[in-house]
């Protein structure tokens, strides 16, 4: 498992300064809009594999296929907007699962120019079917050009042209593999019912716990299980049995609390040894279950050595988060973020002293 213990953001979106220091099993970031707390998990993300261009353009905030936002300008709002040196960095100081401490530099540097294409290649980057009646002409096209240098060393490097269909092309990696199971969960991911069930399927106690869980959503639900296409192999759906239908339900057919809260809890699962990063983790989830559900998910955690990182605008939220149990607030750390002219100041308080400043002296915590 990497642990880690520090981040130290550059530059990055927005965020021209930020440091968060001693962190935790459990990370509570909030604080106001646009204060850096997404854009925290997101380089968080990068980090499972910063070498690969193609995971930064994941993380590039796109819209759908449909939308004007192209895949360009996706990937050049990853950096300061404000500033002509289009760099992304940030320093990572982690702690290895023999507890030896080390720090990593991750730098991205962009160079945007122009680039004269041929017919053939530009229709090949742009997704289009070549006509060789056009053969010959030449198009114009803005070209970023895109350099990976981890702790001084170049490890890969690659470009992205305005206009085209798809990831990065020409993407030159040195060898490297992923540093960890590192899992990035949206605010809305579970509006399209993907969840790891496969991952807690394989986990007879947790399933049942799991299940238990999941009564406070619907309390005649009976089991949850994977059925197969046959005629679409590994196409299947998730189907929820319950005493309140006649038969077996595709999951996408019940209501968000339900989507959210089975995405979270199989979420752990996957991220074991890992971590896992929640965007407004409390979306879609009812107050009423928060207790349960949340308590679940951040001992889990602590039991399958999973580092979390969640965001949250949520006063009641937090509130539950911080007094589900008394060994999640004992593992957890909350960092209120504010957004002052060019950098970004944090407060860190520990789940004790954020509980007891909140209850004693009324302090707001977000």
């Not at 209120?336 to 209850?359: C, F």
Request: contains cysteine; hydrophobic residues 35%.
């Amino acid at each position: 498992m990497v642990y880690i213990k520090k981040l130290d953001v550059k530059s990055f979106r927005g965020i021209t300064s930020l440091q968060l220091e001693k962190l935790s099993s459990i990370n509570i970031l909030t604080g106001d809009n646009n204060s850096g707390k997404t854009s925290v998990l997101e380089l968080l993300k990068s980090y499972d594999h910063p070498t690969n261009l193609k995971l930064w353009g994941a993380i590039s905030r796109r819209s759908s296929s449909m939308s004007s936002y192209s895949y360009y300008e996706g990937f050049y709002d990853l950096f300061d907007v404000n500033s002509e040196d289009k760099t992304i960095e940030y320093i990572v100081e982690k702690e290895d699962e023999i507890s030896q401490t080390s720090e990593e530099n991750i730098r991205v540097k962009a160079k945007i120019t122009e680039e004269d294409l041929p017919e053939e290649k530009y229709r090949e980057i742009m997704g289009l079917i070549y006509d060789s009646a056009e053969h010959g002409q030449f198009h114009t096209v803005k070209k970023m050009k895109v350099q990976i240098v981890i702790n001084g060393e170049k490890k890969s490097e690659g470009c992205v042209y305005e206009g085209q269909s798809r990831g990065v092309s020409n993407n030159k990696l040195l060898l490297s593999k992923p540093k960890g199971n590192i899992v990035y969960i949206t605010a809305f991911s579970h509006t399209d019912a993907d969840v790891y069930l496969t991952d807690i399927l394989k986990y007879p106690d947790l399933y049942e716990e799991m299940l238990e869980i999941l009564k406070d959503y619907d309390k005649d639900i009976i089991s949850i299980n994977y059925d197969n296409d046959s005629r679409y192999p590994g196409k299947g759906v998730y189907k929820i049995l319950s005493k309140s239908y006649k038969e077996a339900l595709p999951l996408n057919v019940y209501g968000d609390g339900m989507k959210k809260a089975i995405l979270l809890m199989s979420a752990v699962l996957k991220a074991q040894n890992g971590i896992l990063l929640l965007d407004e983790f409390e979306t879609a989830i009812h107050t009423s279950a928060m207790d349960k559900t949340f308590r679940w998910i951040l001992e889990t955690c602590l039991r399958l050595n999973v580092q979390v990182f969640l965001t949250s605008h949520s006063k009641e939220a937090i509130d539950k988060v911080l007094k589900c149990s008394e060994k999640v607030r004992s593992h957890t750390v909350l960092y209120t973020l504010y957004k002052e002219e060019e950098k970004i100041v944090v407060r860190r308080l520990s789940g004790e002293k954020a509980v007891e400043v909140q209850d004693e002296m009324g302090l707001e915590l977000r």
